[in-house]
């Protein structure tokens, strides 16, 4: 916040503890360190000391903790589920507010929408919606909180069919601006805040304390078919998958994985695999089995599969399922990402073939989504490409960290030349916060700058981009 920060009083800190109905903690808390660290996901919580961690339990104590900050010239910060490879939100004084609790859903099934708090989580939301028979493009980890996946873009489960970003789904939602006050966004109502909603990241000059959301019929099949092959093959593989993209139905969700060999398979690599694999997998999310069985062919049809060490059947999952596939990749203790949007994989994959063996950790894997042509309404979300390429480095030993972010650096650094954006969410914030501008159209850029000015004049909101807010 503009000037500088200082603690409340005794007096103005046992007052504003009264009016909370969460738990407040100090500096000097006997338990502050062990929440401090355990609100942070990725295993690496920085060296970062809120002067306050706030434990909101309703949307009342959200405001009440603004208007509290504001009146002290705190700054304020927001964490749902800490579901983030940078924790960025992790501020050094300051007050930070932990929404973990605000976590209830409730569904609409007559009008197919969901209001949900902003740490609901993905596993939470796909729950109570199946139930009703309807579904939402969640994140791909049952443990992602949507809050900040909602405020980045959401490149969620089937979300090229439903809505092309899941931040795209979102009808209204309740929020806190900096005067300590309670409002309503959407397209009607303070729309200029709506539009910085979706997809504009961490840093926003508001605390939402509730999404409205567009939901969609729960598909009536959804099958994954997986075809395992050499690492070597990768190149072969994404030319191939360039070539036939565009005939494809957009909801079939498709996967390039670069990944450790399982031991089942690591007898049939060869030097020039390194020890890894790609795994091309298809999940179709289809009115019935015969139209999910249509659209699994359009990709069996191509000539590279037959080449294929391990193909599977067309399997029937349930959307529970898929989000347990998307869990099963992060299998370490510390993670860090980086990301391109691109449109060339065949310039993408020849990049990951030269960067991956080298990677420290054989844990490390990168990833191939296809997106399609997507056309996007006008909102802060504003980078394309038909493709998402992203790398999750991760390890178990603290030594190990400097080496791993060094390596994803200069991988991503080559990346950089073939990208047409970035997603926010899975951008390296800790190396390449100088760069958060890639994540963001020009004209968007500067419409997030003028918005922060307008919006939050004096800085209540902590925002890890000062840089972009002068």
């Known amino acids: 916040m503009n000037g500088s920060q200082s603690a409340p009083t005794a007096a103005q800190m046992m007052r504003f503890t009264q009016a909370i109905e969460g738990r407040v903690l100090g500096r000097q808390s006997p338990d502050y360190d062990l929440v401090r660290r355990s609100l942070v996901w990725n ?3 920085p060296e970062r000391s809120p002067l306050l ?81 309807l579904a939402f493009p969640v994140g791909h980890d049952a443990s992602v909180g949507i809050g900040g996946f909602l405020l980045g873009g959401g490149l969620g ?22 005067d300590g006050v309670s409002r309503r966004v959407s397209a009607d109502e303070n729309a200029d805040l709506f539009w910085a909603l979706r997809g504009g990241g961490p840093g926003l000059p508001f605390i939402v304390t509730r999404f409205h959301l567009r939901c969609y019929d729960y598909p009536g099949a959804i099958t994954s078919k997986t075809y395992v092959f050499r690492f070597s093959d990768l190149p072969r593989l994404a030319k191939a998958l360039e070539e036939i993209a565009p005939a ?6 498709v996967m390039l994985a670069a990944v450790a060999a399982p031991p089942g398979l690591a007898e049939t690599c060869t030097a020039e695999d390194h020890g890894r694999i790609a795994a091309l997998t298809a999940i179709a999310f289809a009115d019935d089995a015969a139209a999910a069985r249509s659209m699994q062919a359009q990709l069996a049809a191509l000539p590279i599969l037959a080449n294929a060490l391990a193909p599977t059947d067309d399997q029937a999952i349930t959307f529970a ?49 296809w997106r399609g042509q997507q056309a996007q309404p006008d909102a802060a979300y504003s980078v394309s490409g038909r493709y998402f390429v992203s790398t999750y480095a ?49 004209i968007a850029l500067d419409r997030l700058r003028t918005l922060r000015r307008q919006h939050d004049p004096r800085g209540v909101f902590h925002s890890p981009f000062s840089h972009l807010h002068p």
């Open 53 to 133: 961690i706030v434990e909101a339990r309703s949307d009342a104590d959200v405001a009440t903790t603004v208007d509290f900050a504001q009146r002290h010239n705190l700054s304020v910060s927001a964490r749902g589920t800490g579901h983030s490879y940078s924790a960025i939100f992790l501020c050094d004084g300051g007050v930070l507010l932990d929404l973990s609790r605000l976590n209830d859903v409730a569904v609409d099934r007559v009008s197919r929408r969901v209001s949900v708090g902003p740490a609901a989580t993905s596993g939470q939301i796909c729950a109570a919606l199946e139930r009703e028979g």
């Open 321 to 369: 399922q898929v989000l347990e596939q998307g869990k099963d990749i992060l299998v370490s203790k510390r993670y860090r990402t980086d990301n391109v949007l691109c449109d060339a994989i065949g310039d993408a994959a020849e990049i990951i073939m030269r960067h991956l063996p080298a990677a420290p950790s054989p844990a490390t894997l990168s990833l191939i989504v």
């Open 394 to 442: 991760q390890w178990d030993l603290a030594g190990d960290d400097a080496i791993n972010a060094t390596w994803l650096r200069r991988f991503y650094d080559d990346m950089a030349g073939i990208a047409t954006g970035t997603y926010v969410n899975e951008f390296d914030l800790e190396g390449r916060l100088g760069e958060v501008g890639r994540c963001f159209s020009a």
């Open 157 to 178: 489960v089937n979300s090229a069919a439903w809505g092309g970003m899941s931040t795209f789904n979102i009808l209204a939602a309740d929020v806190v601006t900096a």
């Open 43 to 45: 295993g690496r919580p």
């Open 248 to 253: 494809l139905d957009r909801r079939l969700q």
